[in-house]
């Protein structure tokens, strides 16, 4: 019963910044890893990020490493995208996804994470 519920997305300018939150429940046994990801109208859905929760090591989409970073707040089982420099291009609906299996964020596929948010709308115009 894993549920992952994303909130914070807004309109901003460009060049704003956001913070999304994935809050979590139902991870009651061993580590996990949380991603998340964007999709565009008209585009495919990437992973732009994903975080461990064994040792909060972190791997990035190489486009957005330089103004996206990830945390979490293990006391408040949360997990923060903080999205820095936004550009219209950045302009999707967010996801955060789980998977049980690869803890270490061995991928930013889609289809390796099996547990999945509402998505939140993040939308950079001026």
């Known amino acids: 019963q894993v549920q992952l519920v994303e909130s914070g997305g807004e309109l901003v300018q460009p060049g704003a910044s956001l913070r999304l939150s994935c809050a979590t429940s139902g991870f009651t046994e061993g580590d996990y890893a949380i991603g998340w990801f964007r999709q565009a109208q008209g585009k495919k859905r990437e992973g732009i990020g994903c975080?461990?929760?064994?040792?909060?090591?972190?791997r990035y989409k190489q486009s957005v490493k330089d103004r996206f970073s990830l945390s979490r707040d293990k006391a408040r089982n949360t997990v923060f995208l903080q999205m820095n420099s936004l550009r219209p291009g950045d302009t999707a609906v967010y996801y955060c996804?789980?998977?049980?299996?690869?803890?270490?964020?061995?991928?930013?596929?889609?289809?390796?994470?099996?547990?999945w948010g509402q998505g939140t709308q993040v939308t950079v115009s001026s």
């Open positions: 996804a789980a998977t049980e299996t690869l803890i270490e964020c061995e991928s930013l596929s889609s289809d390796d994470f099996d547990y």
């Open positions: 975080i461990s929760s064994a040792d909060d090591s972190t």
